[in-house]
């Protein structure tokens, strides 16, 4: 059965940093495009970044140059570092994965709560 | 960046109706139009891939139609449920991007 454990989050300041982890298992992670998607509370789901299987990535405008996505495949583990952290950061951050058929999202953890504020 | 509009964004709804939630994207995206289901403190499970296909084990009250821009996510004979809110999704180019969402409440 496939599992993603997201963990890290928690409450930061305006223009501090954090880390969010992906715990993968229950599939060949190495093998999967990776995404961060995350969710203002009561809104809607917002795209982030994703990762290629082989590392390369690709961003959303709105965290360009302050988030960083990286993956350790030997570890079965996605991360996202987060600078700058502004208030409207302030979400559930799901990782996500789509399915080997497709491009959609068949995996998802059940997210991280990072809240930004003095 | 393609912009997917939803329609409507609340309904609240009997059960056994008909519902049908429309999302228009801003230029065309293919069939590459998925949706998904949330439930309040749940991530999201996706319900139809590619606009009409179906999945193993999402009940068959659930379909999906369209192509380009227009696309509508159908609900035949609401139960109780399928209290959630609705989000397409949209892999076709980047940006990747999300309806706004339609929350369906069960009267």
């Known amino acids: 059965e496939v599992h993603l454990v997201e963990s890290g989050g928690g409450l930061v300041q305006p223009g501090g940093s954090l880390t969010l982890s992906c715990a993968a298992s229950g599939f060949t992670f190495s093998t999967y495009w990776m995404h961060w998607v995350r969710q203002p509370a009561g809104k809607g789901l917002v795209w982030v970044s994703r990762i290629s299987k082989d590392g390369t990535t690709t961003y959303a405008d709105f965290v360009k140059d302050r988030f960083t996505t990286s993956r350790d495949n030997a570890k079965n583990t996605l991360y996202l570092q987060m600078n700058s952290l502004r208030d409207e950061d302030t979400a559930v951050y799901y990782c996500?994965?789509?399915?080997?058929?497709?491009?959609?999202?068949?995996?998802w953890g059940k997210g991280t709560l990072v809240t930004v504020a003095s | 960046e393609i912009v997917l509009t939803q329609s409507p964004d609340f309904q609240s709804v009997t059960p056994k109706e008909k519902v049908t939630i429309t999302c228009r994207a801003s230029?065309?995206?293919?069939?590459?139009l998925h949706w998904y289901q949330q439930k309040p403190g749940q991530s999201p499970k996706v319900l139809i891939k590619y606009a009409s296909q179906s999945f193993a084990g999402v009940p068959s009250r659930f379909s999906g139609s369209g192509s380009g821009t227009d696309f509508t996510l159908t609900i035949n004979s609401l139960e109780a449920e399928d209290a959630a809110t609705y989000y397409c999704?949209?892999?076709?180019?980047?940006?990747?991007?999300f309806g706004q969402g339609t929350r369906l409440e069960i009267k």
């Open positions: 996500a994965s789509y399915d080997t058929s497709g491009y959609y999202y068949y995996y």
């Open positions: 230029q065309s995206v293919g069939d590459r």
């Open positions: 999704h949209q892999s076709h180019i980047l940006p990747i991007t």
